[in-house]
């Protein structure tokens, strides 16, 4: 069993930074992917980034440019920095785990990034 917490959120001005985290413990499988994918009100759950266990990485085209996603390997952690945050990344932010067994999402962090 794998359990993630997520931390980081918060409120943040139109063009401010944000970081999150998202620790994993328990079974952890040392080939995974690790990241992040977001909820707007009324939309469907999208793509973020995500980050191998190797550090290859994926980014929505919204994200390109303005977040990094990151991780720790030793500590089983992912990072998403985000910067020039703008109104339409407001929404709950969902840590994701996956290996070729299972996948798990974590509980949600809500970010909010006022005009």
């Known amino acids: 069993q794998v359990q993630l917490v997520e931390s980081g959120g918060g409120l943040v001005q139109t063009g401010g930074s944000l970081r999150l985290s998202c620790a994993a413990s328990?079974?952890?499988?040392?080939?995974?992917?690790m990241g992040w994918y977001r909820q707007a009100p009324g939309k469907q759950r999208e793509l973020v980034a995500v980050?191998?266990?190797?550090?290859?990485?994926n980014y929505a085209d919204s994200a390109k440019g303005r977040f990094t996603i990151s991780r720790d390997n030793a500590n089983n952690t992912v990072y998403l920095q985000m910067n020039s945050l703008k109104p339409e990344d407001t929404a709950v932010y969902y840590c994701?785990?996956?290996?070729?067994?299972?996948?798990?999402w974590g509980q949600g962090t809500h970010v909010t990034v006022s005009s």
């Open positions: 328990g079974s952890i499988f040392s080939i995974n992917v």
């Open positions: 980050i191998s266990s190797g550090g290859g990485t």
């Open positions: 994701y785990y996956t290996t070729r067994i299972s996948s798990i």
